[in-house]
């Protein structure tokens, strides 16, 4: 793991973003959190930190003054955080060799992307991209595989935003790794679930046809028996006829 620390004389803004970002799962982990330049550059000093995020304007030494002094002495990457979109800070912090620079409030899809190219050049220069390279897989495929389990067993009321707070990512991240890290995106994956249950619950005649529409998802047995059409090429009363379970006298065509 990547060491982190976070420094911001707002603790509301530290605790947050420590608290609330899923740090091992991109590789890093918090090493500690600090008021002020001063307590992270001594920090520094005696331990070992691959990544700073700072907050550009603090008391007793600011982000800007703690660049600088450990441009001189140590090689540690660092993100600026700040709500001052003035040019002069940017400039500075780019002088300093600050990696990144993010205005507040942070958006949290701009800090994984920020995040990710941080971790894939440290394990350029570390040499340790086939290690990391694996866990970074795991961290896709287990986010996957968590939301394609909540899809098959809760398809009926499943909405991306549920399935996002379950990862603790937002619905547009989420979207994206489905889209770039799986064979399916998230609707498809969630039409597929409910019309492959539907197909199953056609078979038995105990379940009539507005039932199994409200079952899988559609309060509407009009819009259901015209999804199902468009994924089977046939209406539900087809289906069921074709697997030999046509007594339906709640059916919808």
């Known amino acids: 793991m990547y060491q982190v620390i976070i ?15 899923p740090w091992s799962q991109l590789g890093f982990e918090i090493a500690g959190c ?17 990544l700073i995020l700072s907050d550009i304007r603090m008391p007793i030494m600011d982000g800007l003054e703690l660049s600088e002094k450990l441009l001189e002495k140590k090689d540690i990457k660092i993100i600026f955080f700040s709500g001052y979109q003035d040019f002069e800070y940017v400039r500075r912090a780019l002088r300093t060799g600050v990696v990144d620079y993010l205005l507040k409030p942070v958006k949290y899809d701009d800090l994984v992307d920020c995040l990710t190219r941080i971790r894939d050049r440290l394990n350029r220069e570390t040499h340790a991209a086939p290690a990391r390279e694996e866990e970074n897989l795991s961290y896709y495929e287990k986010i996957i595989s968590l939301v394609k389990n909540y899809l098959d067993t809760d398809y009926q009321n499943a909405t991306l935003e549920q399935a996002a707070r379950l990862v603790n990512l937002s619905p547009n991240y989420l979207s994206r790794i489905m889209k770039e890290h799986s064979d399916v995106n998230f609707s498809d994956y969630l039409l597929k679930t409910r019309m492959e249950n539907a197909a199953r619950m056609l078979k038995d005649i105990g ?13 509407n047995p009009k819009n259901f028996s015209r999804a199902f059409h468009q994924y089977f090429h046939m209406t539900p009363s087809q289906y069921r006829k ?10 919808i065509s």
């Open 7 to 21: 420094v911001d004389d707002e603790a509301k803004i530290r605790n947050g973003i420590a608290g609330l970002f």
């Open 34 to 50: 600090f008021s002020n330049g001063k307590a992270a550059y001594e920090y520094t000093l005696a331990n070992h930190v691959d």
């Open 207 to 219: 379940y009539k046809q507005y039932e199994i529409a409200d079952r899988v998802g559609y309060d």
């Open 242 to 251: 074709s697997n030999g379970a046509d007594h339906d006298y709640g059916g």
